[in-house]
């Protein structure tokens, strides 16, 4: 089991920049990726990015690609989200998520963080 706490969101305006934290603990061995994914109200679950522990393979929904950057630290077993020129859509729960690659489906993953607010004013 991989246990994940994601931190950073808070509220910013429109065209701000913003960067979420996801620790990841226990065996994080057995997950060979690790992402983000967003909830709006009444909206589906989504993906946003992913990377891999080993080497640095990225992927990115089209919606987020040239704003949203992943990054990780693997000493640290972190992994970042930079989120710039934020817009009010962008407006989400935002959760780490742990798994299998490329971790865009609800179905590759394994663990889920408990969520961290995003929220971006006009």
């Known amino acids: 089991q991989v246990q994940l706490v994601e931190s950073g969101g808070r509220l910013v305006q429109a065209g701000c920049s913003l960067r979420l934290s996801c620790a990841a603990s226990?065996?994080?061995?057995?997950?060979?990726?690790i992402g983000w994914f967003l909830q709006a109200p009444v909206k589906e679950r989504e993906f946003v990015a992913a990377?891999?522990?080993?080497?640095?393979?990225?992927g990115y929904a089209d919606t987020v690609k040239g704003r949203f950057t992943i990054s990780k630290d693997n000493n640290k077993n972190t992994v970042y989200l930079q989120m710039n020129s934020l817009k009010p859509e962008d407006t989400a729960l935002y959760y780490c998520?742990?798994?299998?690659?490329?971790?865009?489906?609800?179905?590759?993953?394994?663990?889920w963080g408990q969520g961290t607010q995003v929220t971006v004013s006009s």
């Open positions: 990377i891999t522990w080993k080497g640095a393979s990225t």
């Open positions: 226990g065996r994080t061995f057995s997950t060979p990726a």
């Open positions: 998520a742990a798994g299998f690659w490329p971790l865009s489906t609800l179905d590759l993953i394994s663990s």
